[in-house]
């Protein structure tokens, strides 16, 4: 069973930052896609960003050039970095991972992010 462990959710204020982390097994770590969804309360879940094995990024319009996702390969373990966060950010963010190869994915448990005055 591959488990997703995800960290560092909770409140900030608009404008601050917080960083998630997503430590997976290193059996599929190596050449998974990492990727973070989100969903806030009454939408349904969306994309927001993804890295590939090499290092490649993609990010959904809403978070360009506020978040940025990394990996450390050593650790088995995605970032997710968010910056000039905004009430809209507001959801719970769920790490995933996708053999690219196979399209079999895993998710984690979801870690609540909320931007709050």
């Known amino acids: 069973q591959v488990q997703l462990v995800e960290s560092g959710g909770g409140l900030v204020q608009p404008g601050g930052s917080l960083r998630l982390s997503c430590k997976t097994s290193r059996s599929i770590f190596s050449i998974n896609l990492m990727g973070w969804y989100r969903q806030a309360p009454g939408k349904q879940r969306e994309f927001v960003a993804r890295i590939t094995s090499g290092g490649g990024t993609d990010y959904a319009d809403s978070v360009k050039g506020r978040f940025t996702i990394s990996r450390d390969n050593a650790k088995n373990t995605a970032f997710l970095q968010m910056n000039s966060l905004k009430f809209d950010d507001t959801a719970v963010y769920y790490c995933?991972?996708?053999?690219?190869?196979?399209?079999?994915?895993?998710w984690g448990q979801g870690a609540q992010v909320t931007v709050t005055s």
């Open positions: 995933n991972t996708m053999n690219p190869f196979t399209r079999v994915e895993y």
